[in-house]
């Protein structure tokens, strides 16, 4: 089994930072693409975020790029995502997920595992 255990989410204005780091621990395959996700109340799970093993490729969802980067430590098996000029629309729930292999993948069918979730909230 693979853990993911996420931290660094808090409140902040908007115009705020915030860096959230995510954990893998166990039978963590040695080649996956980590990535990020995030769940407001009431809608649907969505793409954040990811990045690959091989290359450090990553890809973003448009509501997030030239603010939010991420990046990755593979001997810590880490993930980490920095956002910067947050606005309330990113209050959401971001969860961690991890996927074998070097995909581009950017819906949460294709990841195999996930983490519990750290709550991003922003104000105006």
């Known amino acids: 089994q693979v853990q993911l255990v996420e931290s660094g989410g808090g409140s902040v204005q908007a115009g705020g930072s915030l860096r959230l780091s995510c954990a893998a621990s166990g039978r963590t395959p040695s080649v996956n693409t980590m990535a990020w996700f995030r769940q407001a109340p009431g809608r649907e799970r969505e793409f954040v975020a990811s990045i690959t093993y091989i290359g450090n490729s990553a890809n973003y969802a448009n509501t997030v790029k030239r603010r939010f980067t991420i990046s990755r430590d593979n001997a810590k098996n880490t993930v980490y995502l920095q956002m910067s000029s947050l606005e309330p629309g990113d209050t959401a729930v971001y969860y961690c997920?991890?996927?074998?292999?070097?995909?581009?993948?950017?819906?949460?069918?294709?990841?195999?595992?996930w983490g519990q979730g750290t709550q991003v909230t922003v104000s105006s």
């Open positions: 997920a991890v996927v074998p292999g070097t995909i581009v993948a950017t819906t949460p069918s294709q990841y195999r595992y």
